[in-house]
């Protein structure tokens, strides 16, 4: 038996936002970030629609970027006070996670956070209130996803809490919430719907529900990432890249990712390298290491009689317009069609044009290897790395080709 979960509602295209007025309920709390929700209007614009449909609205506003355990408990106890029977996250991924997690401890004000971190092991959410999320980034894809990522800043730990329970009710993607993402935001949040999309096609756990939609995804990407670059105010490519992250979104909430994502999570922990750019450094080696005929390992739950990620890729590779005499070509147009997108979009070349000290990146590199490894996207993939490959990746990530590892 296989799962495949969504929001029960979505609304998406220009002026979605409008949804808002349809709402039923007494009370609702919006839950933003830093302010560009409020800059742009848009908070103002979500506290009228839902006053329109008669609900009482009250405002939890500063939530920073990679929210912290502690907004998360100091929004869950003005949940307590107010109320609500709707939570409304708006912005970016920080928020919204952070929305969810309050969501948690304001219906069950009694658990830790701790009891939570075991994935899939929530207790019944919806007893109090319903959640609706507003994305204005395209690249998470939280307001489609089982997942909230909450920091503890004490230790240093991001913790990925993981349930279908944190599901939205409802998600609305408004293109007008995304014109205003700046160029560095739109690339590196636009590359990392591309590597959902291809980890999701390729994982272990992919089924045909889930295929069809990252195909979409990273067509979309494709053919509008560059645009939405060049020109912030391209609505057509703006509501592309929405609905390219959300389907990425909803493919990879119910077939997982893979060990590009494991690598990412580590190189932005230990090098603060920001989540999408990570993911743009590693995407090529990860397919084309994925790629190979004859892996020594196969993924721990594989559901394949012999290895096929390459025919996989190369489905991939034809449906965004790649021709190819064989399985073969066609996944190296697509590294290389992967390589001119980054190129088209600012992304730089290695770790090291990033900035990150060698001397720092080697004395970590063995540990981030093994957190990689231990991630638990690695699961999903359907070539099981060894440690060594892991580190034979992130070097020549950081050194480009030309110097790759005695490994
Ligand atoms: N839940 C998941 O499945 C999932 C997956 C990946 C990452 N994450 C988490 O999501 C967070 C990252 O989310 P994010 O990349 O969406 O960014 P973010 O929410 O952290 O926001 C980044 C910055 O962009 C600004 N911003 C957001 N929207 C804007 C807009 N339309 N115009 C101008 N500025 C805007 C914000 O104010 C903020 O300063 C991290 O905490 C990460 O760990 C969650
Ligand atoms: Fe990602």
């Not at 190979?292 to 390459?310: D, I, L, V």
Request: hydrophobic share 40%; proline share 4%; aromatic share 10%.
């Amino acid at each position: 038996m296989a799962r495949f979960t969504l929001p029960r509602d979505l609304y998406h295209g220009k002026g979605a936002l409008e949804a808002l007025k349809t709402f039923k309920g007494k009370k609702a709390i919006i839950c933003v970030g830093g302010g560009s929700m409020k800059r742009f209007g848009f908070l103002q614009k979500a506290e009228d629609y839902l006053k329109e449909a008669g609900m009482e609205v009250k405002l939890f506003e500063g939530i920073e970027p990679d929210p912290s355990v502690e907004t998360v408990m100091k929004g869950a106890a003005v949940m307590q006070e107010f109320e609500p029977d709707w939570i409304v996250a708006m912005g970016g991924g920080s928020p919204i996670d952070a929305a969810k997690a309050m969501w948690t401890f304001y219906e069950y004000p009694d658990t830790k956070f701790e009891d939570l971190i075991t994935p899939f092991g929530f207790p019944e959410l919806r007893q109090k209130a319903r959640f609706a999320a507003i994305p204005s980034t395209s690249g998470t894809a939280t307001e489609v996803t089982a997942f909230s990522v909450i920091t503890n800043y004490q230790t240093g730990v991001k913790y990925p809490l993981a349930d279908y329970e944190l599901m939205p009710d409802m998600s609305i993607v408004d293109a007008d919430n995304m014109m205003s993402q700046p160029k560095g935001l739109t690339s590196a949040s636009g590359v990392d719907v591309l590597t959902h999309a291809l980890e999701a096609y390729a994982s272990v756990m992919a089924t045909d529900y889930t295929d069809g939609l990252a195909l979409k995804a990273m067509k979309n990407v494709f053919e509008y990432l560059p645009r939405a670059y060049e020109n912030g105010n391209d609505v057509e490519a703006r509501c592309k890249m929405a609905d390219a992250s959300c389907m990425a979104g909803m493919a990879f909430n119910n077939a997982f990712l893979g060990v590009c994502h494991s690598m990412a999570h580590k190189l932005g922990a230990f090098h603060h390298i920001p989540h999408g750019v990570a993911n743009a450094l590693l995407i090529s080696m990860v397919v084309e290491y994925n790629a190979a005929e004859c892996p020594r390992k196969m993924g721990t739950f594989s559901q394949y009689q012999y290895p096929h990620t390459m025919a996989r890729y190369a489905e991939c590779a034809r449906f965004v317009g790649i021709q190819a005499k064989d399985d073969a070509e066609a996944v190296q147009k697509l590294i290389a069609k992967i390589e001119e997108l980054k190129e088209k979009v600012g992304i730089k070349k290695t770790i090291a044009d990033y900035g990150v000290d060698e001397k720092y990146f080697l004395e970590t590199l063995d540990d981030m290897c093994e957190k990689a490894f231990d991630d638990q996207c690695t699961g999903a993939n359907p070539r099981f790395p060894l440690i060594s490959e892991i580190k034979d990746m992130f070097l020549r990530a950081y050194y480009g080709d030309n110097k790759k590892s005695e490994n």
